[in-house]
C-alpha cells in the first residue's frame, strides 16, 4: 500500500507563511500527480494545487500568486509553500496522490489524513 505522510501544518498569523510537505512511500510503480486540497468547516473539499510528473501545474484561482507547489519525482515528495496567508486558508490540508502500485496496472488516488492549517487575523 501506499503511505502518504504530511507535515508542516500549523498555526501562523494572517500574512505569515507555512510550508507543507507530503511524502509517499510503499510499493510505488509511478505516481502521475500529486496535489493538496483542502476542506474547510461548512464546506467541499476543493483543489488547491496539483502538479504532474513533467511540472505541469494547477493552482485555484483564490490562492494564485500566494502557493507555489514543487516536486521532486525521485523522492516521491511534493511540497507546497503558502505565503501571504489569509483567515480564508484555514482548513485541513490533504495530499493526493495518483499511483500505480506494483502488482495493479490501474491508476489511482491515495490520500494522507491531513494536516491543519490555521491561519489567525
Known amino acids: 500500500q501506499v503511505q502518504l505522510v504530511e507535515s508542516g501544518g500549523g498555526l501562523v498569523q494572517a500574512g505569515g507563511s507555512l510550508r507543507l510537505s507530503c511524502a509517499a512511500s510503499?510499493?510505488?510503480?509511478?505516481?502521475?500527480?500529486m496535489g493538496w486540497y483542502r476542506q474547510a468547516p461548512g464546506k467541499q473539499r476543493e483543489l488547491v494545487a496539483a502538479i504532474t510528473s513533467g511540472g505541469s501545474t494547477n493552482y485555484a484561482d483564490s490562492v494564485k500568486g500566494r502557493f507555489t507547489i514543487s516536486r521532486d519525482n525521485a523522492k516521491n515528495t511534493v511540497r507546497l509553500q503558502m505565503d501571504s496567508l489569509k483567515p480564508e486558508d484555514t482548513a485541513v490540508y490533504y495530499c493526493?496522490?495518483?499511483?500505480?502500485?506494483?502488482?495493479?496496472?490501474?491508476?489511482?488516488?491515495?490520500w494522507g489524513q491531513g494536516t491543519q492549517v490555521t491561519v489567525s487575523s
Open positions: 510503499g510499493s510505488i510503480v509511478s505516481i502521475n500527480a
Open positions: 493526493n496522490a495518483e499511483a500505480i502500485l506494483t502488482g495493479w496496472p490501474f491508476r489511482r488516488a491515495y
